[in-house]
């Protein structure tokens, strides 16, 4: 059996593929793969807020996430297994989405049919606290909380998604936001 | 031993991370992030063309493009230290590029040259399939300076020339050639 790689530093090999890397090292490419996906967002939002302001901006990217959003839910329920149609269900999946590593999120399983998830750390509202031109309040109130409920769509259109929380924050130690996802059965 | 997860059907575990994954569990998600990160950024394109027009669309990109980049190299290099300042490195980035994983480009090292065929790019069949005539800026005017930033990020010697480029003949035609010729170590 070939010996598994750290990295790439050797010789060019045609049938190079990352099932001849070591797992920690796919790891860190997952990692690495996770930031990308932040960056390129932030990059692009930036750009078009530069050249054609922040309400065109916002307006595309609302457009765009409205779109991402239902397709990344259903590629991580797809690889991972992690659909259902209960709030645990869309906890597990927002756990191992590409935006994962970029956040600690900490999920409190009430039962699987009421979750309640904190974020206690987010890049985007440090970004958006240290730029201080208020944008949290577009971007954490009226984007997010109507992404979180097209999420909810993908599991289960009975899923209430209630904010308990959203910045502005009274210190940096104060949660980022904080989400009640509820589903409440026929008895 | 905790036994590594291939996937995360189980049940809910309040400290899942990828670590946890097996390594064809982190395979299989990098393939798929390869694809979201290509979805993404096209989005994005067509958001803001959209909104703002084709012209505020292919400039933003151009920006956009100068920042992920480096960003691109810094992977290759930290993580899979690809260093090195010949054509051979310049393909071995096409390979791990996560940009590039989805288009699986045929690759051809010879000696001081290396030959890029794209077969299939879902970019193009997109810009086809969308029939304004967009290719003839984007693979013909954006590409061969993205191609040629990913050569000189390795070494400014390389010169990088268009073989084929689109429009098609037909869906049965490749969608571009690259040649990338070492100007050094002869």
């Known amino acids: ?33 996770a930031d ?18 922040n309400e065109a901006a916002f307006e595309c990217d609302a457009a765009v996430w409205v779109r991402m959003d239902p397709f990344e839910m259903e590629m991580t329920k797809r690889i991972l297994g992690t659909g ?32 309640i998830l904190s974020y206690l750390t987010c890049p985007t509202i440090v970004s958006l606290e240290k730029e201080g031109m208020g944008r949290e309040k577009l971007i954490c109130h009226d984007l997010e909380v109507k992404l979180m409920r097209e999420k909810a769509q993908c599991f289960n259109p009975a899923i209430k998604i209630t904010p308990l929380k959203l910045p502005p924050r009274s210190g940096p130690d104060d949660v980022c936001c904080q989400w009640e996802l509820r589903l409440d059965r026929p008895k | 031993m905790i036994k590594p997860l291939y996937d995360y059907s189980g049940d809910f575990d309040p400290s899942f991370d990828y670590g946890k994954l097996s390594k ?19 989005h994005w394109y067509l958001s803001v063309m959209e909104k703002c027009g084709k012209d505020v669309a292919y400039d933003r990109d151009i920006d956009v493009w100068n920042k992920l980049m480096k960003f691109e190299f810094k992977i290759a290099s930290e993580v899979m230290n690809i260093r090195g300042n010949g054509v051979d490195s310049v393909a071995k980035y096409f390979q791990v590029s996560p940009w590039f994983w989805t288009f699986k480009p045929r690759l051809e090292l010879k000696k001081d040259r290396l030959e890029v065929t794209f077969e299939k790019c879902p970019t193009l069949l997109a810009l086809e399939k969308e029939g304004n005539g967009r290719e003839a800026q984007i693979c013909g005017e954006m590409e061969p300076e993205l191609f040629e930033s990913i050569a000189h990020h ?30 050094v170590n002869k």
């Open chain 1, 1 to 33: 059996m070939a010996k598994l790689l750290k990295d790439y530093s050797g010789e060019f090999d045609p049938g190079f593929s990352y099932k001849k890397l070591k797992r920690e090292t796919l790891l860190e490419l997952l990692r690495g793969y």
């Open chain 1, 36 to 53: 990308y996906v932040r960056k390129i967002d932030g990059h692009w939002y930036l750009e078009v807020m530069r050249r054609c302001g």
């Open chain 1, 84 to 115: 259902g149609d209960t709030p645990l269900a869309m906890a597990k999946t927002l756990q191992a989405s590409p935006w994962a590593a970029s956040y600690n999120c900490e999920v409190e399983v009430i039962n699987e049919n009421h979750v």
């Open chain 2, 24 to 42: 064809e569990g982190l395979v299989g998600l990098l393939a798929a992030y390869s694809n979201y990160i290509r979805k993404l950024d096209g």
């Open chain 2, 154 to 183: 390795f070494n400014t010697k390389i010169k990088v020339i268009a073989l084929k480029l689109p429009p098609r003949k037909s869906a049965d035609d490749v969608c571009c050639k690259w040649e990338f010729r070492a100007g």
